[in-house]
């Protein structure tokens, strides 16, 4: 059972990015999956997720309306497509899944798997 993330990279403010989460060992329609981040001394925030099998989407206020999760059932893949990119965004982003409904969706101990990370740098 694997996640990997991919995508980041170094972007200016304002510009666009799409990070992946591709699994292996597991159907990730069968699993809740989220997007988290982490700053430089900061811990693990929440940002994004999605919900098993239907597929119903939250976000974090701090993104919402600039970040959308994607699943793509065939490839077997989350994705999150990030625009008007700020520094604030800058952090390595982690994909996490959950077997089993999380009670509290930000808290990153509800998630069994974890990818191992990529890095988003927003220079202003």
């Known amino acids: 059972v694997q996640l990997q993330a991919s995508g980041g990279g170094l972007v200016q403010s304002g510009d666009s990015l799409r990070l992946s989460c591709a699994a292996s060992?597991?159907?990730?329609?069968?699993?809740?999956i989220a997007w988290f981040r982490q700053a430089p001394g900061k811990g693990r925030e929440g940002v994004s997720g999605i919900r098993r099998m239907e597929g119903g989407t939250y976000y974090s206020d701090s993104v919402k309306g600039r970040f959308t999760i994607s699943r793509d059932n065939d490839k077997n893949t989350v994705y999150l497509q990030m625009s008007s990119l700020k520094s604030e965004d800058t952090a390595v982003y982690y994909c996490?899944?959950?077997?089993?409904?999380?009670?509290?969706?930000?808290?990153?101990?509800?998630?069994?798997?974890w990818g191992q990370g990529t890095q988003v740098t927003v220079s202003s």
């Open positions: 060992g597991f159907f990730l329609d069968d699993v809740w």
């Open positions: 996490a899944a959950a077997q089993h409904p999380p009670n509290h969706v930000w808290s990153p101990t509800e998630y069994t798997f």
